[in-house]
């Protein structure tokens, strides 16, 4: 008698995921910015003028996660989504060092 666990067993291998390089390069660099946003949130407290970096970590964060959504999770509406949400953050970057 086969069990339940045993077609488990079998398609767990099947879930594989094989990422090219660039994909697992976009990966990395996603969890680094996140890192790197935390750090400059928390120094921004005490430096204000910091806040655009963060900013700009946002928007380089924002096109790496469309380019993940696209590539590796086939998901393109997020990833429009995610563009705007970076070109938005962009504007208001421009608009601020410039005032």
Request: glycine residues 2%.
């Amino acid at each position: 008698m086969k069990s339940n666990l045993e077609s488990l067993k079998n398609n767990k291998n099947s879930s594989k995921i094989e990422l090219k390089k660039v994909q697992e390069i976009a990966l990395l660099s996603q969890a680094m910015i996140i890192c790197a946003i935390i750090i400059s949130f928390i120094i921004s407290r005490f430096i204000p003028e910091l806040t655009i970096l963060m900013n700009i970590y946002l928007v380089i964060l924002s096109l790496i996660m469309a380019y993940t959504n696209y590539s590796i999770y086939k998901k393109k509406n997020m990833s429009i989504l995610y563009i705007v949400f970076g070109v938005i953050i962009l504007l208001s970057v421009i608009i601020e060092w410039f005032n």
